[in-house]
């Protein structure tokens, strides 16, 4: 009974938008949910060579997001309305980024927006809604999204995360099979509250002709067991790629622990403009293409994965191998304002994704609650890469994270997250900087409905 008034409140005001009788808004308003989550982000970030300013970049920030999710309304086709409301709060930090004109675009470092003399915003604040409906175990999504799919995935490495704006369907009615469709138009990168046309590396500067407005996906994932999960994905980012994926994940009980199995392929080809020589290199080429003496061109990636860990008594040991083959950079949605791919090698500063790169990496992880601190989890990764393609020759990098996180498991500050990122990135690519990066996340989500 407690949330009842709330939810009442928040629900009269949408229900009065369609005029559902009171029969109807009943499950509306019984499965509303709302959560403001709170997160204090601090990033120092520590560039060691290279002449560019700033050499050194410290930001604090205090973030909130209200998250707003009504049930549907009874009958043969169920409709609801989800919201989410985001503010970004700057304590410190930020300073001139090196812009001569009036973008208000963050740095692919920064967490908040510039002004207009290039310094970064002390707030900014965003609201997204959506509209949904549902027949049987199928639903229809149509206005903020925050996918997460092998083809598309959102970016919450900063303050607050990334949002896309468009629509999708998803659809549950063969057993253990899971159907994603849709469109995604523009984006709200993790540090603007303005929506972006969409890009990849090297097209990605947000303010020409060389964005699209179309990304449709498709795919499915299918349980087979339990243990063995079977997915298929098809992207489109119109007048730039094509990308087909395909995923297995395996586990299986070995003595008294427990192996995993993660493989993945991405294959990706030039699609519209991006195959056009003519407007390949100038407006619509992919990063990494060195065919001809150019830096960039069209779109051909092939990536495969690999990734296998065991995990016993808290222990968990893992090591996998990537390889990109073809002429081009992995290309994913990418406006340069920071972004994610879905690849088993998205570290803390590099996604070691590059035009021929090999790369391998080591994973170690402990879950503290095996002697008796329930909460409290640590791990360290290291990945190095060679063969990377580049104009001046084969190039390498390499970077080693380590995270330490606790959770208050229960008690009156149940949920309260503290977590302490740590990464080294190195490289011999030209114009690349070394970096040395440490992160400090106070995070804590409280439920409201």
Not at 22 to 30: I, K, L, R, T
Not at 219 to 227: E, I, L, P, R, S
Not at 361 to 383: I, K, M, N, S, W
Request: hydrophobic share 30%; charged share 20%; aromatic share 12%.
């Amino acid at each position: 009974m407690g949330k009842k008034p709330l939810a009442l409140a928040v629900a009269s005001a949408c229900l009065s938008l369609y005029s559902f009788s009171s029969a109807q808004a009943a499950g509306f308003v019984e499965d509303s949910k709302a959560t403001l989550s709170m997160r204090n982000f601090y990033i120092n970030t520590d560039n060691r060579n290279g002449s560019a300013n700033p050499s050194k970049v410290e930001e604090w920030g205090q973030g909130f997001m209200l998250n707003y999710q009504s049930g549907f309304t009874e009958g043969t086709v169920g409709f609801g309305v989800d919201a989410v409301g985001m503010l970004g709060l700057r304590l410190d930090g930020g300073g001139r980024v090196g812009k001569s004109t009036a973008e208000r675009q963050p740095s692919a470092s920064g967490s908040f927006p510039l002004d207009t003399d290039g310094s970064y915003e002390n707030e900014f604040s965003s609201l997204g809604l959506t509209a949904k409906a549902k027949i049987s175990k199928t639903e229809l999504r149509y206005g903020t999204l925050s996918p997460k799919l092998p083809v598309v995935t959102i970016n919450d490495g900063r303050l607050l995360p990334q949002t896309f704006q468009g629509g999708q369907v998803t659809s549950k009615e063969i057993d253990g099979v899971t159907f994603i469709a849709g469109q995604l138009e523009h984006t709200k990168t993790r540090g603007s509250s303005s929506s972006e046309s969409l890009s990849i590396g090297g097209s990605n500067s947000g303010r020409t002709a060389s964005d699209s407005n179309q990304f449709r996906f498709a795919g499915a994932d299918y349980a087979v067991t339990k243990d063995l999960t079977l997915q298929y994905y098809f992207g489109q980012l119109e007048d730039f790629y094509n990308q087909h994926f395909l995923g297995l994940g395996h586990s299986v009980k070995l003595g008294d622990g427990t192996f995993k199995t993660d493989l993945r392929y991405f294959n990706s080809k030039g699609e519209g403009n991006n195959k056009n020589a003519d407007t390949q290199t100038a407006l619509y080429g992919s990063t990494g293409y060195y065919g001809s003496g150019r830096t960039r061109g069209k779109v051909d990636n092939q990536l495969y994965s690999a990734l296998f860990a065991y995990t016993i008594s808290g222990h968990t040991v893992a090591a996998g191998y990537q390889v990109t083959n073809g002429s081009s950079d992995f290309p994913f949605i990418n406006t340069g304002e920071g972004a994610s791919a879905y690849i088993n090698t998205d570290a803390q500063i590099a996604k070691f994704a590059r035009a021929g790169e090999d790369t391998w990496q080591v994973r170690y992880a402990y879950d503290f609650a095996t002697v008796g601190v329930p909460g409290l989890t640590a791990g360290v990764t290291y990945l190095n890469a060679d063969n990377a393609r580049h104009s001046t020759g084969d190039k390498s990098e390499w970077e080693r994270d380590i995270s330490v996180a606790y959770v208050i498991p229960e008690g009156t500050f149940k949920g309260l997250g503290v977590t302490w990122k740590n990464a080294v990135y190195r490289s011999e690519f030209p114009g690349q900087r070394d970096q040395d990066e440490n992160r400090l996340i106070v995070s804590y989500s409280l439920p409201l409905l």
